[in-house]
């Protein structure tokens, strides 16, 4: 687990007319629509790992909020479950 970080990202997330859409301040490019928030959430995630590994390639990172990750590192993170 060399050199494994993980990067915490603020998604912003609107209803539109088909469901919803996420959005990563930020980052150019980074986002997504879903028929539910999850689906939206979730599919704006892979659209965020695709930029990250496209900018890994060029030796650049998405410049924030990025954590190195060791064995002893403990996490906590927050996602919405359902909305009523």
């Not at 496209?54 to 060791?70: D, M, P, S």
Request: glycine residues 8%; hydrophobic residues 45%.
């Amino acid at each position: 687990m060399s050199n494994a970080k993980a990067v915490f990202l603020s998604i912003v997330l609107t209803p539109n007319n088909d469901g919803y859409l996420a959005s990563v301040p930020g980052i150019q490019g980074a986002f997504a629509e879903g028929d539910t928030i999850e689906e939206a959430v979730f599919n704006c995630i892979d659209v965020v790992k695709i930029i990250a590994a496209y900018r890994a390639e060029r030796g650049e990172t998405l410049g924030f909020n990025e954590v190195e990750i060791t064995p002893d590192t403990q996490m906590t993170i927050a996602m919405p479950v359902g909305v009523s």
